[in-house]
């Protein structure tokens, strides 16, 4: 450890780690890191000091490619206020032990601990986030809540709870940290930091982190969207076209009709390419076997699930699987 990474009385910075895990994006990196250097800025004196770690050797690969240079590695002994886990791709395959444990040992020292994008999959793993409100990318919801049934997962752009802090990623970390310095320096210097960034908009923590369903879909018709709700709602548990038009409060050819007119497809083929999505994304990020996604997607037969994927994708799920772990894939 370098006398730089010893903390003095005469330091008031808080240090603030961000530990890259290959895979990262950048976009929400630069969302959480750019924040401090505006503080430092506006506020004409050190009020953060940020210190990039790797897992095993000094540098990350962004998933754009790009390289960013590293100060420390996992299990050098940091002086932290704060870290940050930054992750892309699949975050559920992340279980390296030795990154575990050192997070657990900062977390017993005192440190906050957040996760940022995919970042909070690695904390869950690690035990961290037990008892804590939590969120992550929505697109990591299905394998996140599969993976770990009992935690307070909410499908928010970020939650500040305690000494935890995750984000869903993208420009949503811009609003995390709108918050934290709102909490540690000053709500001025947080707006102020905003309008330097043309943030003309501070979203809170509970905003959705995806667009309506009106907007989505390009529909405002009430009874559709009803239907389209019930849809995102009942994956592992379809509803029959009956209840659906039932909710809807028309006839199942009244509703028929609304699919095709506003969606250009039969409902039945928009709920099993809904559910179809949903298997996807768990067979990229979970441990599932392939029939246990198949029912976890509202599917009861392995061989009806292994059709229908095939027919919407072009491979069957087991291909989707083996294609999934040798890279990172994208990530916001």
């Known amino acids: 450890m370098s006398k730089n990474d010893i903390r003095t009385a005469g330091d008031p910075g808080r240090r603030v780690g961000f530990l890259l895990v290959d895979g990262f994006a950048m976009m929400s990196f630069a969302s959480a890191i750019e924040p401090l250097r505006a503080a430092n800025v506006l506020a004409g004196r050190r009020l953060y000091d940020w210190i990039i770690v790797g897992i095993d050797r000094h540098e990350a690969m962004a998933s754009t490619g790009f390289a960013v240079r590293a100060r420390h590695v996992v299990g050098d002994d940091i002086d932290l206020d704060?870290?940050?886990?930054?992750?892309?791709g699949n975050p559920a395959s992340f279980a390296d032990e030795a990154t575990l444990n050192w997070l657990r040992r900062l977390?017993?020292?005192?440190?906050?601990?957040g996760g940022v994008s995919g970042g909070p999959f690695i904390l869950a793993r690690a035990g961290l986030l037990d008892g804590y409100r939590c969120t992550i990318h929505w697109e990591h919801i299905p394998a996140f809540t599969e993976s770990f049934?009992?935690?307070?997962?909410?499908l928010s752009l970020?939650?500040?709870?305690?000494?935890?802090?995750?984000?869903a990623g993208g420009v949503a970390a811009l609003d995390m940290m709108h918050a934290m310095i709102g909490?540690?320096?000053?709500r001025g210097l947080a707006d102020a930091i905003g309008e330097w960034f043309l943030q003309t908009e501070i979203r809170l923590g509970t905003s959705a982190q995806?667009?309506?369903l009106q907007d989505r879909y390009a529909t405002s018709n009430a009874r559709l969207l009803a239907a389209l709700e019930l849809i995102e709602t009942h994956v592992e548990d379809p509803l029959d076209r009956g209840a659906l038009s039932a909710a809807a409060g028309v006839s199942v050819r009244q509703l028929e009709r609304l699919f095709a007119?506003?969606?250009?497809?039969?409902?039945?083929?928009h709920y099993r390419d809904v559910r179809l999505d949903r298997a996807r994304i768990l067979l990229r990020q979970t441990a599932l076997s392939v029939s246990e996604v198949g029912l976890a997607s509202g599917f009861q037969s392995a061989s009806h699930f292994s059709r229908a994927f095939k027919a919407r994708f072009g491979h069957a799920p087991s291909s989707e699987r083996a294609a999934a772990y040798p890279g990172a894939r994208r990530s916001a």
């Open 261 to 269: 007119r506003h969606l250009g497809k039969t409902l039945d083929r």
């Open 158 to 167: 970020f939650e500040i709870d305690r000494d935890r802090l995750t984000c």
């Open 183 to 186: 909490q540690e320096q000053s």
């Open 82 to 88: 704060t870290l940050f886990v930054c992750a892309g």
């Open 107 to 113: 977390a017993r020292r005192g440190t906050r601990i």
């Open 149 to 154: 049934p009992n935690l307070d997962t909410k």
């Open 210 to 212: 995806r667009r309506s």
